[in-house]
C-alpha cells in the first residue's frame, strides 16, 4: 500500500474509529484496510473523512468537530478531542497539530518531520536530538522520513520545550553520513506544529575501507591506534613555513588515509564518549560533527561547531600530498602543505642489526657545494629537520619540500640529486648511493651495506 491521502480508502471502524463523549478520540488502526503503519495517512485526509462523517453521522454532529485547519500541514487538535492511543500519532503524515485546551493554550505541539532525498536501502534508520548535548531517538520508521515528532508539553503532558533545537542525523555503516540542523539551516527562531521538509540521504560509501567488525577486531593492525581528542585550548600545527591552530586532533598511527578516515566513521557512530585524551570534555560519539570527508582522493578535515578545527597527526607520509586541514580561523578554506616528495630508505640487515649504524643524505651538487667537499649541504625533510639518523629498522620513511626547499641556492619546484651514505660499526660496511628526488611520493632509496668482517675495538 501506500500513504493514504483520499478519504474514501478510510471507513469507520476499519482504519479509523471515532468515539465521540466528553472527552472524544479518534484512533487509527494500522493493519486493518487500506491502512499500513510504516506508509501512515495524510492529517488533512483525517481532516477531510471527519467532516464527511460529520456531514453524514447524526450521532457524530451532536458533538463539536475536532479540527481546526490552519493549513494543509497545520492543525489543532480541539473541544477535548483527542488521539485514542500513542500509535496513532505514529501514523499521521504531512502535517503538525497542536493539541489544544478549552482557553486555547497547548497540552502538546507536533511538528512533522519529513526528509527529501533516497536512503540507500530501506532498512535505514535516521535518529535526532532536540537539545545539545542531548541523547538521541530513533525515528519510528526506517527510510525515508515522514513523521510526527514531540515538540512541546505542558506541565501535565510531559514539561518540555523542545521548539528551540532540532538535528538529524543518519549514519549507517558503510554508508556516507549526513545531518542537517533544522533551526540553523532554515534560520529559524522556533519550531512549530506544522510541516519542515529538509534534505537527508546516504550512499554507499566507497572509501570506507571494512565493517565494523573488522575495525573492533583490527586484524590487520590498521585501526586500534587511530583516535580523536579534543582540546578546550588551541594546539598549534605548522603546515608549510607557518603555524596554524586545531581543537581537534586526530591520530593516524602513520595509516593511509582510507584506514584513518574508516576508523573516525566507526566512532562517529558511538554512544559513548570518543574524546581520547583530549581537555575538552566527554563528546558523544553519534552526535558528534562529522571530521572527515573526501573529495576524490583528497581527505580534507572539517570545522567543528563549539570546538574548531581539525588536524591529523601522524598520518602516512605518502599521504601528505592529498590531505587538506580546516584550521580553527578559516572554515571554509582548506590549508595544505607544499608539495612535499616522500619516499623512505630501505635498509639491509647488516645495517639494521648495527645498534651504532647512521645514515645522511646530502645534496650531490647543489650551487658551490658538493658531497665530497668540506661545503656539503644536509639535506633537510618537509619539517626543516636534517634527514639523518640511526637506521634502527629496514624502513624509514622521509620527506622533502619539493616547492618550497632553498638549501644552498636550490632552485625551488625542481628534482633534486642526493647523495645517501650509511655507516655501522660492528656488522655494517660504509656504503654510498645516490638518488634524484623528483616531484612524487613513494620513493624508495635502497642501502645495501657489505657485512663487516674486520672492525675491532678491544675493550
Known amino acids: ?105 497547548s497540552n502538546e505541539e507536533w511538528t512533522n518531520i519529513t526528509t527529501l532525498g533516497s536512503f540507500n536501502n530501506s532498512a535505514d534508520k535516521a535518529y535526532y536530538i ?60 522556533a519550531l512549530t506544529y506544522k510541516k519542515y521538509a529538509m534534505p537527508l540521504s546516504n550512499a554507499l560509501d566507497i572509501k570506507t575501507q571494512d565493517d565494523d567488525a573488522a575495525v573492533v577486531a583490527d586484524a590487520s593492525g590498521f585501526y586500534g591506534d587511530v583516535d580523536v581528542s579534543y582540546y578546550s585550548a588551541a594546539q598549534s600545527r605548522t603546515i608549510g613555513s607557518n603555524s596554524y591552530n586545531f581543537h581537534v586532533i586526530i591520530d593516524g ?41 573526501f573529495i576524490g582522493d583528497t581527505l580534507r578535515t572539517k570545522y567543528v561547531a563549539g570546538h574548531g578545527g581539525t588536524y591529523i597527526d601522524n598520518y602516512n607520509t605518502d599521504d601528505i600530498n592529498r590531505l587538506e586541514f580546516i584550521d580553527d580561523t578559516n572554515p571554509s578554506t582548506p590549508v595544505t602543505f607544499p608539495y612535499t616528495a616522500t619516499g623512505s630508505f630501505s635498509f639491509n640487515d647488516n645495517l639494521v642489526n648495527d645498534s651504532n649504524a647512521q645514515y645522511w643524505m646530502y645534496f650531490t651538487s647543489i650551487g658551490a657545494s658538493a658531497f665530497g667537499t668540506d661545503d656539503a649541504i644536509l639535506v633537510e625533510d618537509a619539517s626543516s629537520n636534517t634527514i639523518s639518523g640511526y637506521a634502527s629498522a629496514a624502513s624509514i620513511p622521509w620527506t622533502f619540500d619539493y616547492d618550497g626547499n632553498e638549501q644552498g641556492g636550490r632552485t625551488k619546484a625542481t628534482n633534486a640529486p642526493v647523495t645517501v651514505v650509511a655507516l655501522g660499526l660492528d656488522t655494517a660496511q660504509y656504503v654510498k648511493t645516490t638518488h634524484t628526488i623528483t616531484r612524487a611520493t613513494g620513493q624508495t632509496i635502497s642501502l645495501v651495506a657489505a657485512l663487516e668482517r674486520n672492525y675491532s675495538n678491544p675493550a
Request: hydrophobic residues 35%; contains cysteine.
Open 1 to 105: 500500500m501506500a500513504k493514504i491521502v483520499d478519504p474514501d480508502l478510510l471507513e469507520q471502524g476499519t482504519e479509523i474509529t471515532i468515539t465521540p463523549g466528553v472527552s472524544g478520540t479518534i484512533t487509527l488502526n494500522a493493519g486493518s484496510g487500506d491502512l499500513v503503519a510504516a506508509d501512515g495517512v495524510t492529517l488533512q485526509c483525517i481532516y477531510s473523512f471527519l467532516k464527511e462523517e460529520w456531514l453524514t453521522d447524526s450521532t457524530l454532529n451532536k458533538y463539536s468537530f475536532p479540527l481546526v485547519s490552519i493549513t494543509e500541514e497545520s492543525f489543532e487538535l480541539v473541544n477535548n478531542w483527542q488521539w485514542g492511543d500513542s500509535n496513532t500519532k505514529t501514523y499521521i503524515r504531512d502535517a503538525g497539530w497542536a493539541w489544544k485546551d478549552a482557553n486555547g493554550n
Open 130 to 189: 532536540q537539545e545539545v548535548g542531548g541523547t538521541p531517538s530513533d525515528m519510528v520508521y526506517s527510510d525515508a522520513v515522514n513523521e510526527p515528532v514531540k515538540i512541546f508539553g505542558d506541565a501535565g503532558y510531559g514539561d518540555f520545550d523542545y521548539r528551540d533545537y532540532f538535528k538529524i542525523y543518519l549514519r549507517e555503516e558503510e554508508k556516507s553520513y549526513d545531518s542537517y540542523n533544522l533551526l540553523t539551516e532554515q534560520s529559524l527562531t
Open 253 to 293: 598511527d602513520f595509516q593511509e588515509a582510507e584506514y584513518i578516515y574508516t576508523k573516525i566513521q566507526y566512532l562517529l557512530r558511538q554512544t559513548g564518549d570518543i574524546n581520547s585524551g583530549g581537555t575538552a570534555g566527554a563528546v558523544r560519539g553519534d552526535t558528534a560533527d562529522e571530521l572527515l570527508e
